[in-house]
C-alpha cells in the first residue's frame, strides 16, 4: 500500500504538510523526530487524514493534485483543515 497523508503542524497551525509513503507510522515518527529538513521546524505534527492507494502512480498523482491550488481547495472543503 501507498500512503498520501497530510500533517498539521501543532505549533504553527496555519502550516500542512502533504507527502507519500509506503510505511506511514514510521513516516510520521520520523517527522516527528525532525528527521525531515523540510518539516522539523514546525514539529511537533498531527497526522490529519492519510489516503491509501494500491497503485504507486495513483498515489503519486494524489499527492500532486494535493499540493496544488485545487487540491487545497479540495482539502478546506472537504476535510475542513
Known amino acids: 500500500m501507498f500512503y498520501v497523508y497530510i500533517l ?3 505549533t504553527d497551525p496555519k502550516r500542512y504538510y502533504m507527502g507519500l509513503t509506503s510505511n506511514l507510522t514510521r513516516r510520521f ?3 516527528n523526530r ?3 529538513t523540510h ?3 514546525y514539529r511537533p505534527w498531527k497526522l ?3 489516503f491509501a492507494f494500491i497503485n504507486k502512480e495513483r ?3 494524489f499527492e500532486h493534485y ?3 491550488g ?3 481547495r479540495f482539502q478546506l472543503r472537504h476535510f475542513g483543515e
Open 29 to 31: 515518527a520520523e517527522h
Open 8 to 10: 498539521k503542524s501543532e
Open 70 to 72: 485545487a487540491g487545497r
Open 48 to 50: 490529519i487524514n492519510y
Open 39 to 41: 518539516t522539523s521546524q
Open 66 to 68: 494535493l499540493k496544488s
Open 34 to 36: 525532525g528527521d525531515s
Open 59 to 61: 498515489a503519486e498523482a
